[in-house]
């Protein structure tokens, strides 16, 4: 574990401030009883997140939460330090003392003298704010503390709208799994992470595969149909790989996944789009060359809010398609000799959490008790999520500003 030796967050603190490589975090007075704490919002315009995060993502370090090529998320490695500093019995902040609307705003907290605990704060929050190793129990926040979190990661969200592209190309919301079906068997799962999405379309000859290539994009291969193990079968469906050589290009993105049909064969989709309804499981059909969005991340969003509460079943982050046959319903998706299903991995995520928290029982105070760091991590997440959206954006927007082009 990263705090080996069960030092606890005040030991860890001061050796911080003592250190004076980071930015705000400093001594308040003389006696060194009083501290700064750097604290702007990760929405500001001159937020720089390797300076102004730096202390919060050390503490999420330390913690073991966090490691070099995991998503950097600031607002929560925030939350995990003002939950572990407000559980803390060491730790007290002045809030008349705090400056929180300057350009440079910063929390001061007091460090409470032992004598001072043992006489004051009740012994029973010091138990509920540590564990058996002494160390403070980690995203354990009041309703008051998820409010902050949600307000600020509303604002960021709010602000980052004033730069479209930067907002709706989140990496989070661009990864996608992609899952090849063959008669109903499961054949291939792909990971598509590249930013401009991916072309799907079947492994071409060494002498056209520059014809359809793009650096742009990340190429993702129907699987062979030699994997087929019915004769029947297998010689349909190479027929069939024959007519999509163009293929279909997909992105992902915070708005949603686009698709575009390039190749000749008739394809049909069933999912969250922006006309499909997964509730009428009713299938529509892809217009060759046309931009079509067959996920919509608000619709799936607003739907994960009404399910959490209980008005909603849940909602379905995969969208199916289906190639060179006529698709109808989900109910005979199986038969069908070519199936491909794209779903977000982020929004996949979010439906394991909210599913995790529906099945936790709930506290006195309405909110949930966690029993593990990966719960809590989740949740966190998810609230993040769901208060960043307030409904579907303006649908133009991505073929304005960001075309899928073949």
Request: net charge neutral.
């Amino acid at each position: 574990m990263s705090n080996t030796g069960g030092r606890r967050l005040k030991q860890w603190l001061m050796e911080q401030i003592q250190s004076g490589q980071y930015s705000g975090l400093q001594w308040e007075d003389e006696s060194r009883t009083l501290f700064r704490i750097p604290w702007k919002h990760a929405g500001k315009q001159d937020y720089n997140q390797e300076i102004d995060a730096s202390i919060f993502k050390a503490w999420a370090v330390f913690k073991g939460k966090f490691k070099e090529g995991d998503k950097a998320e600031p607002a929560t490695w925030k939350t995990r330090l003002r939950c572990a500093l407000n559980k803390s019995p060491d730790f007290e902040e002045v809030t008349e003392r705090s400056q929180l609307d300057i350009s440079e705003p910063y929390k001061v907290y007091r460090i409470v003298p032992e004598e001072e605990q043992k006489n004051g704060k009740s012994s029973v929050m010091a138990m509920a704010a540590t564990t058996s190793s002494g160390d403070i129990t980690d995203m354990d926040c009041s309703p008051a503390e998820l409010e902050e979190l949600i307000k600020e990661v509303r604002l960021s969200v709010t602000l980052q709208t004033t730069d479209f592209l930067s907002l709706f190309s989140s990496p989070a919301f661009s990864h996608m799994m992609i899952s090849f079906y063959y008669g109903g068997k499961l054949i291939q799962n792909t990971v598509v992470d590249h930013s401009e999405g991916c072309r799907i379309a079947p492994q071409q000859p060494l002498g056209r595969s520059a014809l359809y290539s793009s650096d742009s994009m990340q190429s993702v291969h129907f699987p062979s149909a030699e994997l087929i193990e019915y004769d029947r079968q297998r010689h349909v469906t190479r027929k069939l790989l024959g007519h999509l050589e163009r293929g279909v290009l997909v992105r992902a993105n915070q708005e949603g996944i686009f698709i575009k049909r390039l190749c000749q064969s008739r394809v049909f989709w069933i999912g969250l789009g922006e006309v499909g309804s997964q509730y009428n499981h009713m299938a529509c059909k892809l217009e060759r060359d046309a931009v079509v969005k067959i996920f919509d991340t608000g619709r799936f969003l607003h739907a994960l809010q009404l399910y959490q509460e209980g008005q909603f079943p849940a909602p379905d982050p995969t969208v199916t398609l289906c190639f060179g046959e006529e698709l109808h319903d989900l109910s005979n998706a199986k038969g069908k000799l070519i199936i491909v299903q794209i779903s977000v991995l982020h929004c996949q995520q979010l439906l394991e959490a909210v599913n995790m928290r529906r099945s936790q029982p709930y506290c006195n105070n309405s909110t949930l008790e966690m029993s593990d760091n990966l719960a809590s991590d989740q949740m966190a997440r998810i609230y993040q999520e769901l208060c960043s959206y307030s409904g579907p954006q303006r649908q133009a927007c991505y073929r304005d500003n960001m075309p899928i082009t073949a």
